[in-house]
């Protein structure tokens, strides 16, 4: 394996993730499907406004069992790294039930949005906030400067303006300031950041941006296209200022 480029791979992460050596990878910083699907009322065509996403997606109907992770994760990783996993409140309960037995550390974080998809009918809250699990052994690396910075809450927009991908659009991309708020406080520089569920690559974006190696699978060709393509203009981009 190339230490130095981002690996990058089209497939079924469930089978790639068996190509990574033992204890190589420092972060796994990923945000797989959250199956949701199944509680959704479904996307909201409005005649005056454009549709309400509401993150459905075909690729959210796959059911998601942190079970079947636990082996690879706990394969890949090194003694001293970290896992941060987007989740959702359906889902919470089954990754603390798996990998808080097998780790140290089982904690949360919480991303709030601070311009979530508004709820046009007024019913029940908005959905401003996503879930992060985060857990590690003793010794795991973990830079921190202050007690203000070691709060588990992230404020952002969500992603939007010039970041967000028009074509495709993917319904859940990630703002790459809240990736690399994590990134900073999970590694240090040189440092390789897994993400097996990358979609258009917001991780890989990061990771770039902060001088870590990167590996990502996706499973969508067009997402992976997108995601090659902006990990290689964030390489350019880091080039230039070199
Ligand atoms: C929640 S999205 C990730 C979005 C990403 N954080 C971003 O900012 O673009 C999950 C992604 O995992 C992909 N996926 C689902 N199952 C997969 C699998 N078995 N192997 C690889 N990718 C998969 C989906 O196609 C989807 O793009």
Redesign the pocket.
């Given at each position: 394996m190339d230490n130095e480029k981002p690996i990058l791979k089209l497939g079924?992460?469930?089978c790639l993730i068996k190509e990574i050596p033992d204890h190589s990878i420092d972060l796994i910083l990923t945000?797989?499907?959250y199956n949701l699907s199944g509680y959704s009322t479904g996307n909201m065509e409005l005649s005056w406004h454009k549709t309400i996403n509401n993150d459905l997606a075909e690729?959210d109907m796959?059911s998601f069992e942190p079970a079947e992770w636990l082996p690879e994760f706990k394969r890949v990783l090194k003694p001293t790294g970290n896992i941060f996993a987007f989740t959702s409140y359906n889902l919470m309960g089954k990754w603390h039930q798996v990998f808080d037995p097998e780790f140290d550390t089982f904690q949360y974080m919480v991303w709030h949005k601070t311009n979530p998809v508004p709820k046009i009918r007024r019913a029940g809250f908005l959905n401003s906030c996503e879930l992060i699990i985060c857990v590690w052994d003793k010794g795991h690396i973990w830079n921190f400067s202050s007690q203000k910075e070691m709060h588990n809450f992230i404020e952002t927009p969500i992603c939007m303006g010039k970041e967000r991908l028009k074509n495709p659009c993917?319904p859940?991309?990630?703002p790459v300031k809240v990736l690399e708020r994590i990134i900073k406080m999970a590694t240090n520089e040189g440092d390789t950041i897994l993400d097996?569920?990358?979609?258009?690559?917001?991780?890989g974006v990061a990771a770039i941006n902060l001088g870590r190696k990167f590996i990502g699978?996706?499973?969508?060709k067009e997402?992976y296209d997108a995601a090659v393509n902006r990990i290689e203009t964030s390489i350019q981009a880091k080039l230039v200022l070199i």
């Open positions: 079924d992460s469930r945000d797989p499907p690729w796959n993917h859940t991309q990630k097996p569920f990358m979609g258009v690559g917001s991780t699978f996706e499973l969508e997402y």
